[in-house]
């Protein structure tokens, strides 16, 4: 049985504007929820987290803070999420006084018992919070912390208090390090913890190895991945550029083949490699749409249509009037496409009419990558796999 991964979100300051001096939503008139924080939560809903809200409530229950005035403003929260989607699995709150100094009080992790068990895969889980409290729960949990500090809004920890005890890293320093992330990542915006949460979740590798080919593919269909291309052919990596480019989509080829024989089994092996690197990182194609795309280059005109469907039907109608373009034969450019669809199991039709050979190639790859584009292009706030039959 696979681990589960949870998301532990703080409320006050997180979700719910945390209120000045007495820090604590006792009435309506104090409620008032953190600008994208119910958009960003609908966005984290399906990404196979569960989802538990983490308070510390100082004296809750106490005079100082009577449950009455404590449990309306926290309904209303909780009902407002729940009419976007967004149901917590489970809420831990802690009533005691910091004073008090009990193990429940984050970022004490009395409460998190069921998470420390062993069904969670703690370091892929993480703590979303605005203090350095959260962060220390996320170390004393062995997980991730996200840090939100909103641009121009309050942070309550001193910046020496995060500094001192903790190495914080501004986003655009872990974008780049999808191996290497820093355990801490504050982020300015609820869109950017989205953001972020569901990076990586598209992506896919597939490696295939052969007497005539040795190649890897890894591809991301919500672009974070920085592209490179290199097959041994010019033309080929030219085009396989303008899919990465013009599509959104990271992507990564390195390829060794058998070229001198000829470019057959390196392109073909491309193909198989990348289509079956999207169907996997399709995944189950939830949010995503059938499209097609038509493009003008120069004289010639290129057309994609394009769909997801499962099913496998190819067509292709481009009159190539040279053997080659570049170092890279034409015919490979319909065994490539063919290839490709057979290994993404897609409906994939192209035409293309022009003159100049150069630019019905990349005519046809620009439209392409316009095509996938669209194709894969995931609404984070529509869940709806896109057919009638509840399968693709
Ligand atoms: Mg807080």
Request: glycine fraction near 10%.
């Amino acid at each position: 049985m696979s681990l589960k991964k949870a998301l532990f979100i703080d409320r006050d300051g997180t979700i719910l504007v945390e209120p000045m001096p007495s820090e604590q939503v006792d009435s309506f008139e104090k409620f008032e929820f953190i600008p994208g924080a119910i958009s960003g939560l609908k966005s984290l809903v399906n990404l196979g987290y569960e989802l538990v809200l983490a308070s510390n409530q100082d004296g809750l229950g106490t005079d100082s803070f009577p449950y009455e005035d404590f449990i309306g403003p926290q309904n209303l929260m909780l009902k407002t999420l729940e009419g976007e989607g967004v149901v917590f699995d489970d809420i831990l709150i802690d009533r005691s006084f910091p004073a008090d100094n009990l193990p429940t009080r984050k970022p004490g992790t009395g409460m998190f018992g069921k998470y420390l068990s062993g069904e969670y895969d703690l370091s892929a889980s993480y703590v979303i919070g605005d203090r350095a409290t959260d962060a220390a729960l996320a170390a004393n949990l062995g997980c991730k912390a996200i840090l939100l500090r909103l641009a121009g809004g309050q942070v309550l920890d001193t910046q020496q208090d995060v500094d001192n005890r903790y190495q914080c890293l501004d986003r655009s320093d872990i974008s780049q390090t999808a191996n290497n992330q820093p355990d801490i990542l504050q982020a300015k915006s609820w869109g950017e913890i989205a953001g972020f949460l569901r990076r990586g979740v598209r992506c896919a590798t597939i490696e295939r190895n052969t007497r005539e080919t040795q190649i890897k593919v890894t591809v991301d269909l919500d672009g974070c991945l920085q592209s490179g291309i290199s097959t041994g052919l010019n033309f080929f990596d030219h085009m396989l550029d303008q899919i990465a480019h013009h599509s959104g989509i990271g992507l990564q080829i390195e390829a060794k083949g058998d070229l001198k024989v000829d470019e057959h089994h390196t392109m073909e092996d491309v193909a198989i490699c990348l289509g079956e690197a999207l169907k996997q990182a399709l995944g189950d194609k939830r949010g995503i749409a059938r499209y097609g795309f038509a493009l003008p280059m120069d004289e010639c005109e290129a057309m994609v249509l394009l769909d997801l469907g499962g099913r496998i039907d190819f067509g292709w109608e481009v009159p190539f009037t040279r053997e080659y373009v570049g170092d890279t034969p034409t015919e490979m450019f319909r065994h490539f496409f063919k290839s490709l669809c057979e290994a993404m199991q897609c409906n994939l039709h192209i035409r293309a009419r022009g003159e100049n050979n150069h630019h019905l190639a990349e005519g046809v790859f620009k439209a392409f990558a316009r095509t996938l584009r669209q194709a894969v292009a995931c609404n984070p706030f529509d869940y709806e796999i896109p057919t009638s039959k509840g399968l693709l």
